[in-house]
């Protein structure tokens, strides 16, 4: 006999293919932000809201903005990987107060894991070198690693 399922395992597959089924796989955005960007991101920005593509991110000040803008595209590319497909087309920040997390999510499994190489490493860190802030290139580094660690060398 087959062992009983949990009920939000079913619920998305109950409402596969209409309106309330793509919510629920947008609603992963929120559970996979903190894992996907990082803790130094996701101290400073939070996901705010999500509608046809574009996600906003609710950003605590006009620094971490400015360099949030700058990283958009890794951030995108690192939060669409951690959900496994192609949800975020865009983001776009706004000046807010991001919303606390109230109980942490489980971390999503990994994919794909490897080690990066010396180069790899010193390249990242040579990239970062130009961001003047300490938490702000930490945030960028961090980021940076965790996408390279999850692509393949022939990506």
Request: aromatic share 6%; charged share 25%.
């Given at each position: 006999?087959?062992?009983?399922?949990?009920?939000?395992?079913?619920?998305?597959t109950?409402?596969?293919g209409n309106?309330?089924g793509?919510?629920?796989?947008?609603?992963?955005?929120?559970?996979?932000w903190?894992?996907?960007?990082g803790?130094?991101?996701?101290?400073?920005?939070?996901?705010a809201?999500f509608?046809?593509?574009?996600?906003?991110?609710?950003?605590?000040?006009?620094?971490?903005?400015?360099?949030?803008?700058?990283l958009?595209?890794?951030?995108?590319?690192a939060?669409?990987?951690?959900?496994?497909?192609?949800?975020?087309?865009?983001?776009?920040?706004?000046a807010?107060?991001?919303?606390?997390?109230t109980?942490?999510?489980p971390?999503?499994?990994?994919?794909?894991?490897?080690?990066?190489?010396?180069?790899?490493?010193?390249?990242?860190?040579?990239?970062?070198?130009?961001?003047?802030?300490?938490?702000?290139?930490?945030?960028?580094?961090?980021?940076?690693?965790?996408?390279?660690?999850?692509?393949?060398?022939?990506?």
């Open positions: 006999m087959k062992s009983p399922s949990e009920l939000s395992s079913l619920l998305p109950l409402f596969t309106p309330l793509r919510r629920f796989k947008e609603s992963a955005i929120w559970r996979v903190d894992h996907a960007v803790e130094p991101i996701a101290s400073k920005a939070r996901p809201a509608r046809e593509g574009v996600l906003t991110v609710s950003v605590t000040s006009a620094p971490w903005m400015q360099q949030l803008g700058f958009k595209k890794q951030l995108m590319e939060v669409n990987k951690a959900l496994g497909e192609e949800l975020i087309t865009e983001i776009y920040l706004k807010g107060r991001p919303s606390p997390v109980t942490p999510p971390a999503p499994p990994r994919r794909f894991h490897r080690q990066l190489t010396p180069e790899e490493i010193t390249r990242v860190e040579q990239e970062a070198s130009i961001i003047p802030d300490d938490e702000l290139r930490a945030a960028f580094i961090h980021c940076h690693i965790s996408w390279l660690s999850s692509t393949s060398l022939a990506d």
